[in-house]
């Protein structure tokens, strides 16, 4: 991750710093690195305290040094941290809770979708709560799928309004 973040850098090449499970390996120097080096950076809130706590700055010190960080709270929503401003996510309605596994994934292509776009951060974070939505609501890490259609249809009836 090292090597990799730093060639993106070096090249110039926008990236999403998102530690995950790897973070245990990284010193708070090496992740201030990574803030350093990345454009966006995208954690759960236990990572986000985590990242605190190791680097020794707060969420908007951490959020400063970067075009926008993104930080998830489960069925709670996700907050983007962007130029001095929060703006509030909230989740995307769902027909039930079925497994949990891969929702981040699912919530960081929405992300992606979004930023490769050139999408608004109020329309990303929606998309990205939208897609941890459906995924939530499937068994298994990567066994669902949707239409265009039907996702239109969901992201006007959780947040009544359409992409």
Known sequence: MIQHAQQFAEAGIPFIFDPGQGMPMFSGDDLLTFLEQATWAAFNDYEAQLMQERTGKSIQAMADMLDAMIVTKGG????????????????????????????????????????????????????????????????????????????????TASFGRSI
Not at 96 to 112: E, I, N
Not at 118 to 134: F, K, N, P, Q, Y
Request: with cysteine; hydrophobic share 30%; glycine share 10%.
């Open 76 to 155: 709670k929503g996700s907050v983007i941290y962007h130029k001095q401003n929060s703006i509030e996510i909230p989740t995307a309605e769902t027909s039930s809770v079925t497994d949990p596994t891969g929702c981040g994934d699912a919530f960081r292509a929405g992300l992606l979708y979004g930023l490769m776009n050139d999408m608004d951060w109020e329309t990303t974070g929606r998309i990205a709560s939208l897609m941890g939505a459906i995924k939530i609501e499937q068994p298994g890490t990567q066994n669902h799928s949707v239409s265009k259609e039907e996702f239109d249809s969901r992201f």
